[in-house]
């Protein structure tokens, strides 16, 4: 089990004389052996190639010392660029403090870019971004509010979603992708919740015969819709931006820009968070990009302390203001990361690189060998006073610490993830024709699709073009029940010439497919693992 760990002196500065005696190592109260043993300064290198980052494998060595650093930087909502300088920082961070080996992306709204060292193609998102984000994060308030905040969907309309994607410049740049919908641990938990706070909050407004305390009401209604919209969105985006990380090998960080932070209605629900995090060994840095938080009261009643109460009993507790900045102390402090609050962004993201160019990789073997998927806690001291020390507080024993088939894990995890996200994915650009088999058969689907193949990943064995997609036709009834279902791996050794052919036709890819009933629709998904790309596209069925 690797343990990434620093430690920091009062200054905050790295402490770098550690040896392995220093160190206690706790699993779930008991001590375990530390097996291995790493100290791992960071030095400048030229950045090489521009090679995506390897995925993990099955024979991935979680201890092997990597001499870079991974940042994804994920956008929250809000405005980021005022107060603190948000923006600024993170261009400064990316132009000036990253070494020329290190990984950084950026995601925002429903986009993310792709893992690079061309840290000037990040810089120029982050400019776009700082230049329009204002304007945008405005028309999404104002179109996630009222009843759609309560009642409505969560895609950006397409009016929002062009400036969104001139942010990410899609039409001239290969290297984004489409951000799906996570699963959010205690989803519906978190939902029921929020819905209890909407429904006092309206009986309040009912209730009340007073038209300025009925006004208030409808107010704070508003408010909270509109908050509560607003944190399931970047609560969504931390969740897909742990999903884009998992599969990278090693420590990866995940620095989180807000205005306020989030604040969700339980206190395990910011541990829920942290522990995938945590056993993807995702740091989570937060910046706090809105300066001194203003007091919200909805005029509900609540108790004394955070707890477990639901959201609707937490607002306008007397510790309400500490809320937002309490739940990103909560998810930089499990997850060994450092929240930037109450400090200039610029500061915090200086804080971040001066801490991540060295450290400490710890391993151990549990004592308790079990896969029996419960969390385990991990507890790190040194034995010096005075020092702070960051590491993941825990993983789950389950079956991927085990040496799994990985490429069948994300394929299975980019795949279920784009099936149930409505819109058209293009990261992979498809085009399909269906047609209902010929008559005098059962019921079927024949489908024709093309796949671009400038955007899949070959490679050379042999003399000849190697690659391995993962495609799904799957086609449903006018009630979207699926009453058939293609799920196939595609190989291709091609010729140069083939090759060619390919890029510029497109991969064919034919399917007859017998249906239980006949069916109104089918929708394609196609997934490179080389690439850790998905495409996704559904038509009718005429």
Not at 46 to 75: H, K, M, Q
Not at 127 to 133: A, I
Not at 231 to 243: C, F, K, P, V
Not at 347 to 366: C, E, H, I, K, Q
Request: proline content about 4%.
């Amino acid at each position: 089990m690797p343990v990434d760990v620093r430690v920091l002196d009062r200054s905050g500065k790295a402490v770098t004389d550690l040896a392995p005696s220093d160190f206690t190592v706790l699993e779930n109260g008991a001590r375990q052996p530390v097996r291995h043993f790493a100290a791992i300064g960071l030095s400048a290198e030229p950045a090489g190639s521009n090679e995506g980052l390897a995925l993990r494998e099955a024979d991935s060595d979680p201890l092997a010392p990597r001499n870079r650093r991974v940042f994804l930087i994920v956008l929250g909502n809000g405005r980021l660029q005022t107060a603190t300088k948000g923006i600024d920082a993170a261009l400064t961070f990316v132009r000036q403090r990253l070494l020329p080996q290190d990984r950084v992306a950026v995601l925002a709204f429903n986009r993310a870019t792709d893992f690079t060292t061309d840290h000037e193609r990040i810089a120029q998102v982050l400019e776009r971004f700082r230049k329009t984000n204002d304007r945008i994060d405005a028309e999404m308030s104002l179109f996630f509010s009222g009843l759609r905040a309560v009642y409505g969907g969560t895609e950006i309309p397409d009016s929002i979603q062009k400036d969104v994607d001139h942010v990410f410049d899609t039409a001239g740049t290969t290297g984004v992708r489409t951000v799906t919908t996570a699963r959010v641990a205690n989803g519906d938990r978190i939902g029921n919740d929020q819905r209890q706070a909407i429904g006092d909050l309206q009986a309040s407004e009912i209730a009340t015969t007073d038209p300025a305390t009925s006004a208030d009401a409808s107010a704070s209604l508003d408010a909270y819709a509109g908050a509560m919209v607003s944190a399931n969105q970047d609560l969504q985006r931390l969740y897909a931006g742990i999903g884009y990380l998992r599969a990278i090998d090693g420590e990866k960080h995940l620095v989180y820009f807000t205005e306020n932070g989030i604040s969700l209605p339980r206190g395990d629900d910011d541990e829920g968070l942290a522990a995938i995090a945590s056993d993807a060994r995702v740091v989570l840095d937060p910046v706090k990009t809105g300066g001194v938080e203003a007091r919200v009261d909805l005029g509900l009643s609540a108790p004394a302390g955070r707890g477990n109460a639901p959201m609707g009993a937490r607002i306008g507790a007397p510790s309400a203001n500490d809320w937002h900045t309490q739940t990103l102390r909560n998810y930089a402090g499990l997850t060994g990361g450092q929240a930037g609050l109450g400090i200039s962004a610029d500061r915090a993201m200086a804080n971040l690189d001066a801490s991540t160019r060295f450290g400490y990789l710890l391993g151990y073997y549990p004592s308790n060998p079990a896969l029996d998927g419960k969390y385990r806690h991990i507890a790190v001291t040194v034995n010096r006073p005075g020092l702070t020390v960051l590491y993941r507080h825990g993983y789950f024993a389950n079956v991927q610490a085990a040496p799994i088939d990985r490429r069948q894990m994300l394929t299975e995890m980019r795949v279920g993830a784009a099936g149930g996200y409505r819109p058209e994915i293009k990261d992979i650009p498809l085009a399909l024709t269906v047609a209902v088999a010929a008559k005098g058969t059962a019921n079927a689907v024949d489908a024709e699709l093309r796949i671009d193949a400038s955007r899949l990943t070959f490679t050379m064995a042999d003399g000849r073009h190697v690659a391995r997609i993962y495609v799904v036709l799957s086609c449903g009834d006018r009630r979207e029940a699926t009453v058939g279902e293609m799920r196939r791996a595609v190989d291709f050794t091609l010729t140069e010439e083939t090759y060619r052919q390919f890029l510029k036709a497109g991969v064919p890819v034919s399917a007859h497919i017998p249906t239980t009933a006949p069916a109104a629709f089918v929708k394609a998904i196609v997934y490179d693992y080389g690439a850790d790309l998905v495409g996704s596209t559904s038509v009718k069925v005429k």
